[in-house]
């Protein structure tokens, strides 16, 4: 197992200011960490997956779509948008060294229509995705799309949804990610999610229900590592915290109180939490 940290706790943006911080993560024992891609400028990714080899962490990438690009929009000028913010994305990605980019990157983040997603806006996803898949293969970067819960998106809300909309694309590069924290939201089983979700999942986030320290809340963590055990998943375990500091996610997340001691606090006792759950499991870990 390795064990990540999104760096959505401190910022939105890749800066000089966060260099530090790098060899703090890596000090504690992480393996990886998620950077945002936001700012759809490989250049700059590529001189960031430079910074981040000096460290000796390993990257995946994260992206969102808003309304401007959504890839399920009516208008197929604003979908093709879409599609070509996320093979910038994709490019990013590669430039930076990342092994996937993860998501909602598969309609926008915070909008809503006032009805669940039709057929049309099923079948403009799927296109949306195939199109973005096969650049993905041809970038090497694997795409992890991830189901929202329903107060953030409307598209993709449960592991089944993600699970189909995966099949149905038919793409090796086109696969799922799982979040602890929208699974608690939207699941009724979360053993039958997980399971759900075995058969195209590459990424898993660790998230607390109130977005804070993993280990400290009410998500259902016993079942949740038993069943990734007996899928036999075994790869990257991403804490994923939100700081004050996400001036472009603040509309989807909501975040406006602490709710942790200190960032370091929350990644070295996250980090903690994980090992111990995965060496009661995994022998060997």
């Not at 993600?162 to 939201?185: G, Q």
């Not at 996610?249 to 903690?272: H, N, V």
Request: glycine share 8%; with cysteine.
């Amino acid at each position: 197992m390795r064990y990540g940290m999104n760096l959505l706790l401190w910022t939105d943006t890749l800066h000089e200011g966060i260099l530090p911080l790098l060899e703090e993560i890596k000090q504690m024992g992480y393996d990886a960490v998620e950077i945002p891609v936001f700012e759809l400028d490989p250049d700059k990714y590529a001189q960031w997956g430079k910074r981040l080899d000096d460290a000796g962490l390993a990257r995946t990438g994260v992206t969102v779509r808003g309304a401007e690009d959504n890839p399920i929009s009516a208008d197929a000028a604003v979908r093709q948008r879409g599609v070509e913010n996320n093979k910038r994305a994709v490019q990013c990605c590669q430039a930076a060294g990342c092994e996937a980019l993860v998501g909602p990157f598969h309609s926008a983040l915070g909008h809503f229509t006032g009805q669940g997603p039709t057929e049309d806006e099923w079948r403009w996803g799927v296109q949306s995705a195939r199109q973005l898949a096969e650049y993905a293969e041809t970038c090497g970067v694997k795409l992890g799309y991830e189901y929202l819960n329903r107060f953030e998106c409307y598209f993709l809300n449960t592991a089944a949804d993600c699970a189909r909309f995966c099949a149905e694309v038919n793409h090796p590069f086109c696969r799922m990610m799982y979040d602890t924290f929208h699974s608690h939201i939207e699941e009724k089983n979360t053993a039958a999610a997980i399971r759900a979700a075995k058969d195209h999942l590459i990424h898993v986030h660790i998230s607390e229900n109130d977005r804070s320290t993993p280990g400290q809340g009410n998500i259902r963590w016993a079942e949740t590592f038993d069943t990734l055990k007996e899928i036999g998943y075994d790869d990257l375990l991403v804490v994923e915290a939100f700081g004050l500091a996400l001036e472009k996610l603040i509309p989807a997340t909501k975040i406006w109180r602490r709710m942790y001691q200190s960032e370091k606090q929350l990644a070295s006792d996250a980090l903690q939490f994980m090992k111990a759950e995965v060496s009661t499991r995994w022998p060997g870990a």
